[in-house]
């Protein structure tokens, strides 16, 4: 493979800004950064970008009914047109109902079905999911669409009078992970004058000195900080004295505690985004609404039930998208495998009840506390098709995966080398036709 | 196919009464009497489209001996478009120009002129090849029967069928082998990860 230069990496870098990558890169504090990626943005591209914030920003998002998605026809005659998975159904239905669900199984199966022709390739760049419902995906995206989610966290934080102003030396935003293994690296955003963005791991091990993880993010005083509640929980734990504007929760659940602690920590707003690799942000959960108030107009959220049908808003059942801003990926009818209700709150479409990927921690024999995504990671190589794990109050761990038998001595070794080589662990047939598998669980309180 | 056309009759019958003139020799150099470039621009035109003379000099140039029969069969396909119901329809951003240049092409490796006129089965096949390239389908046929007949009678079908399948694996194989690509692996800058 052909490593990248950083002419690739950075097409628009000025000197500001690669003097910010150095000192980012240099600073007497900074980790191990791991990896190296950047924004990959042309001078075209900027504008683009710069255009669709703008167009985001005056957008409105309307009541999630067909007949108001003045786009869809449209959209749905190009799928049909470009898109092998769709072109092999045949024309495009009338109704958008009559269009069958697609699921992560779909995407996981082949998802070069799902780009289309005119999808450009020499461009292509892929997000790999964490796996949490089951099925580890690989993502089909462009430069120009991972730059776009600026757009709709800019709507977000809008709604808590939030508005970015980070700038060249300055930097905008620092995304934590706190995994045993995390990309990481160092870049600048154009749209935003080559304000730094910095991605990194809380993990001790990445670090020189434990401290030094503190001692960097204030040296940083990023404008946005960025992470799930697992990475949040850490940091909290530095006890870093940062000022934040705002905090942008993605990937799990964000419980009411912590969202509290966060705010009076770091005194400003913390955005709970659900926001998917499959479709990017679509909706940022707002106090006053008590729901996820959807975010981008180019899409129709569906809520259906476990045959595909529509349900009245209001009423619970599984989120399904159509539309975004991925042209590389254009999702029709996509079951998102999370759950919730859609109303009109105050005039704005909004999820209620959203019931995502709830974070999961194990307890290992040593009484060391693991992320549910070090299990996702430790198992991904295995590319099993399907699995749960639970661990009981006694710290006993029992598996249900597809292919138990094919699999069990190199999943057993691989669990009791992490959990320690006394854990008690049964390992059993997943029964599949169960319905929606929720792959972690845990009896003993963390 | 998304779209309903007309009968397949009305088509199946004008292309029996061809003309005479439409089975003349295309005019290739000093061979040939009917100038295919004036006829395919004159049908264009008649249709609301206005061809580029660069489009149209692909039916004047070539040799007898390898496009004489593709240029026979873009003569005749002119004829079939003539027909009224085409001119009821707005054909301007339909692929016109494509059928009477490639359709003539394919068509042509698997029948002759006279056959495709002489022969109930070819015909039926010009016909229902015609409408499904302007992505017609037959009056009162689905969209399934049109496909699955159209297959069973043109080999040039089959042909394109088989091609298109083609076409797309090793579209999704440059697709995988993109995404594969250590740049696509490194990524792009996105403010949250999900």
Same mark, same amino acid.
């Given at each position: 493979?052909?490593?990248?230069?950083?002419?690739?990496?950075?097409?628009?870098?000025?000197?500001?800004?690669?003097?910010?990558?150095?000192?980012?890169?240099?600073?007497?504090?900074?980790?191990?950064?791991?990896?190296?990626?950047?924004?990959?943005?042309?001078?075209?591209?900027?504008?683009?970008?710069?255009?669709?914030?703008?167009?985001?920003?005056?957008?409105?998002?309307?009541?999630?009914?067909?007949?108001?998605?003045?786009?869809?026809?449209?959209?749905?005659?190009?799928?049909?047109?470009?898109?092998?998975?769709?072109?092999?159904?045949?024309?495009?239905?009338?109704?958008?109902?009559?269009?069958?669900?697609?699921?992560?199984?779909?995407?996981?199966?082949?998802?070069?079905?799902?780009?289309?022709?005119?999808?450009?390739?020499?461009?292509?760049?892929?997000?790999?999911?964490?796996?949490?419902?089951?099925?580890?995906?690989?993502?089909?995206?462009?430069?120009?669409?991972?730059?776009?989610?600026?757009?709709?966290?800019?709507?977000?934080?809008?709604?808590?009078?939030?508005?970015?102003?980070?700038?060249?030396?300055?930097?905008?935003?620092?995304?934590?992970?706190?995994?045993?293994?995390?990309?990481?690296?160092?870049?600048?955003?154009?749209?935003?004058?080559?304000?730094?963005?910095?991605?990194?791991?809380?993990?001790?091990?990445?670090?020189?000195?434990?401290?030094?993880?503190?001692?960097?993010?204030?040296?940083?005083?990023?404008?946005?900080?960025?992470?799930?509640?697992?990475?949040?929980?850490?940091?909290?734990?530095?006890?870093?004295?940062?000022?934040?504007?705002?905090?942008?929760?993605?990937?799990?659940?964000?419980?009411?505690?912590?969202?509290?602690?966060?705010?009076?920590?770091?005194?400003?707003?913390?955005?709970?985004?659900?926001?998917?690799?499959?479709?990017?942000?679509?909706?940022?959960?707002?106090?006053?609404?008590?729901?996820?108030?959807?975010?981008?107009?180019?899409?129709?959220?569906?809520?259906?039930?476990?045959?595909?049908?529509?349900?009245?808003?209001?009423?619970?059942?599984?989120?399904?998208?159509?539309?975004?801003?991925?042209?590389?990926?254009?999702?029709?009818?996509?079951?998102?495998?999370?759950?919730?209700?859609?109303?009109?709150?105050?005039?704005?479409?909004?999820?209620?009840?959203?019931?995502?990927?709830?974070?999961?921690?194990?307890?290992?024999?040593?009484?060391?506390?693991?992320?549910?995504?070090?299990?996702?990671?430790?198992?991904?190589?295995?590319?099993?098709?399907?699995?749960?794990?639970?661990?009981?109050?006694?710290?006993?761990?029992?598996?249900?995966?597809?292919?138990?038998?094919?699999?069990?001595?190199?999943?057993?070794?691989?669990?009791?080398?992490?959990?320690?080589?006394?854990?008690?662990?049964?390992?059993?047939?997943?029964?599949?036709?169960?319905?929606?598998?929720?792959?972690?669980?845990?009896?003993?309180?963390? | 196919?998304?779209?309903?056309?007309?009968?397949?009759?009305?088509?199946?019958?004008?292309?029996?009464?061809?003309?005479?003139?439409?089975?003349?020799?295309?005019?290739?150099?000093?061979?040939?009497?009917?100038?295919?470039?004036?006829?395919?621009?004159?049908?264009?035109?008649?249709?609301?489209?206005?061809?580029?003379?660069?489009?149209?000099?692909?039916?004047?140039?070539?040799?007898?001996?390898?496009?004489?029969?593709?240029?026979?069969?873009?003569?005749?396909?002119?004829?079939?478009?003539?027909?009224?119901?085409?001119?009821?329809?707005?054909?301007?951003?339909?692929?016109?120009?494509?059928?009477?240049?490639?359709?003539?092409?394919?068509?042509?490796?698997?029948?002759?002129?006279?056959?495709?006129?002489?022969?109930?089965?070819?015909?039926?096949?010009?016909?229902?090849?015609?409408?499904?390239? +302007?992505?017609?389908?037959?009056?009162? &046929?689905? %969209? $399934?029967? @049109?496909?699955?007949?159209?297959?069973?009678?043109? =080999? #040039? *079908?089959?042909?394109?069928? +088989?091609?298109?399948?083609?076409?797309? &694996?090793? %579209? $999704?194989? @440059?697709?995988?082998?993109?995404?594969?690509?250590? =740049? #696509? *692996?490194?990524?792009?800058?996105?403010?949250?990860?999900?």
């Amino acid at each position: 493979m052909t490593e990248p230069t950083d002419a690739e990496r950075y097409p628009t870098l000025t000197e500001s800004g690669r003097r910010l990558l150095e000192r980012l890169r240099e600073h007497p504090h900074a980790p191990l950064f791991r990896n190296q990626s950047g924004n990959r943005l042309t001078r075209e591209d900027v504008e683009t970008v710069r255009a669709f914030e703008q167009e985001i920003a005056a957008a409105v998002v309307p009541e999630q009914r067909e007949e108001l998605a003045s786009w869809l026809r449209e959209f749905l005659q190009r799928c049909y047109r470009d898109v092998p998975f769709y072109r092999a159904l045949g024309g495009v239905p009338r109704r958008l109902g009559d269009v069958p669900c697609v699921s992560r199984a779909d995407l996981g199966h082949d998802v070069a079905r799902f780009v289309p022709d005119s999808a450009p390739l020499e461009r292509l760049i892929n997000f790999r999911t964490s796996g949490t419902t089951g099925h580890p995906l690989l993502i089909a995206s462009h430069p120009l669409v991972a730059a776009s989610y600026l757009a709709f966290h800019r709507r977000a934080l809008g709604r808590f009078g939030v508005t970015l102003q980070a700038s060249s030396g300055e930097v905008g935003v620092v995304l934590l992970g706190y995994q045993r293994k995390c990309f990481t690296y160092v870049s600048v955003t154009p749209t935003q004058n080559e304000a730094g963005l910095v991605k990194l791991n809380l993990y001790p091990e990445d670090w020189r000195h434990p401290d030094d993880r503190r001692k960097y993010l204030e040296g940083l005083a990023p404008e946005v900080l960025a992470g799930d509640p697992i990475s949040f929980a850490a940091l909290l734990e530095l006890g870093a004295s940062l000022r934040p504007r705002a905090l942008l929760s993605t990937s799990m659940t964000l419980r009411p505690a912590l969202r509290q602690q966060l705010e009076t920590t770091f005194g400003c707003p913390v955005v709970d985004l659900y926001s998917l690799n499959e479709a990017g942000p679509v909706a940022a959960f707002d106090p006053a609404l008590d729901g996820h108030v959807l975010l981008q107009p180019r899409m129709l959220v569906e809520i259906v039930d476990d045959a595909g049908r529509a349900l009245p808003p209001g009423e619970r059942g599984e989120i399904t998208l159509t539309g975004g801003f991925n042209f590389c990926l254009p999702l029709v009818r996509y079951r998102t495998g999370d759950y919730a209700a859609l109303e009109l709150r105050r005039g704005e479409p909004t999820l209620v009840g959203l019931e995502g990927r709830a974070p999961v921690r194990f307890r290992t024999q040593a009484g060391e506390w693991l992320n549910n995504i070090e299990i996702t990671h430790l198992l991904a190589p295995l590319g099993l098709e399907q699995y749960r794990l639970h661990q009981a109050p006694s710290g006993a761990l029992s598996l249900s995966v597809v292919g138990a038998a094919q699999h069990e001595a190199e999943l057993r070794a691989k669990l009791l080398e992490l959990f320690g080589a006394e854990q008690v662990l049964s390992i059993t047939e997943l029964d599949t036709a169960a319905g929606k598998v929720l792959q972690y669980s845990s009896e003993l309180a963390s | 196919m998304e779209r309903e056309g007309c009968e397949l009759s009305r088509l199946m019958r004008r292309i029996a009464e061809t003309p005479p003139e439409f089975l003349e020799e295309p005019r290739l150099g000093p061979q040939g009497t009917v100038a295919v470039s004036a006829v395919v621009g004159d049908l264009c035109r008649w249709h609301g489209i206005q061809p580029e003379s660069a489009a149209l000099d692909a039916f004047a140039i070539g040799t007898p001996k390898s496009d004489r029969k593709r240029l026979r069969v873009s003569l005749l396909l002119a004829w079939v478009l003539a027909e009224d119901w085409f001119r009821s329809v707005d054909l301007r951003q339909l692929p016109v120009l494509g059928l009477l240049l490639h359709g003539a092409s394919e068509l042509c490796e698997y029948a002759t002129v006279e056959k495709l006129v002489a022969d109930a089965e070819r015909r039926e096949e010009l016909a229902r090849f015609c409408l499904a390239r +302007l992505g017609f389908r037959p009056q009162g &046929e689905t %969209r $399934a029967q @049109a496909e699955d007949r159209l297959t069973s009678l043109s =080999a #040039a *079908e089959r042909a394109r069928v +088989l091609r298109a399948s083609r076409d797309a &694996e090793a %579209r $999704a194989r @440059a697709v995988r082998e993109a995404l594969a690509r250590k =740049a #696509a *692996e490194e990524s792009a800058d996105k403010y949250t990860r999900e």
